[in-house]
């Protein structure tokens, strides 16, 4: 009887991994609804988002007056096409909060290879290149957060509007930067080496007397 020890190398997929999958995969559903919403910026029977605005009665019953509007069927209850001619701000930042979108998926795509994966030198290349396009979507989004608003405060006084108010869907947008910096942050500081484990098992293997 010859007892004979081996090592086997085990990779395990770390918690902090699949969180920062989960935080991308949450990303891309943030995203999506502020794209899909009307209510990025909201008035007094009026709300508008990146493509369309929406106008609504005001609280006496009364139609409201449309910011940046003269045509008058354009006045009426109802959803409508952005005036790009007046507010082309809200093309640069629907695109760039497109852009984020798709780069988004790709990061998160990525970051399934990785944890998926057996290879351990191309895990640790699809987590790299996971956290690269993952901050590309969050510069793109930041872009679309800060656009948004700073142009939209340019043209503010031709509103014929005092008080404004940031929508639920700007709220969102944020929130899905804030999960795009949180898996970058996993993804950076769950280190590779904490991914190998080394296990001893012992193999007993008794010889051939016979041939002896």
Do not use: H
């Amino acid at each position: 009887m010859a007892p004979v020890t081996t090592i086997e190398t085990v990779t395990i997929s770390r918690p902090l991994k699949v969180i920062a999958f989960l935080c991308g995969l949450f990303a891309c559903i943030l995203l999506i609804m502020a794209l899909a919403s009307s209510e990025w910026l909201v008035s007094s029977g009026y709300k508008q988002g990146l493509f369309v605005y929406c106008v609504t009665s005001s609280p006496n019953g009364t139609l409201p007056r449309v910011p940046f509007e003269e045509d008058i069927e354009r006045m009426e209850i109802g959803c409508y096409r952005l005036d790009l001619s007046k507010q082309a701000y809200t093309l640069v930042a629907a695109t760039f909060c497109f852009g984020s979108l798709l780069v988004n998926i790709f990061a998160t795509l990525l970051t399934i290879l990785g944890l998926r994966c057996r290879d351990i030198n191309k895990k640790y290349k699809y987590y790299l290149f996971a956290v690269i396009v993952m901050a590309i979507a969050l510069v793109a989004v930041l872009v679309t957060l800060i656009v948004y608003p700073v142009c939209f405060s340019q043209i503010i006084n031709k509103s014929d509007r005092i008080y404004w108010e940031f929508g639920w869907a700007y709220g969102v947008g944020w929130g899905a930067a804030i999960f795009l910096f949180g898996g970058i942050i996993l993804l950076l500081c769950d280190k590779e080496s904490e991914e190998i484990y080394y296990k001893e098992r012992t193999i007993v293997q008794y010889a051939d007397s016979a041939k002896n």
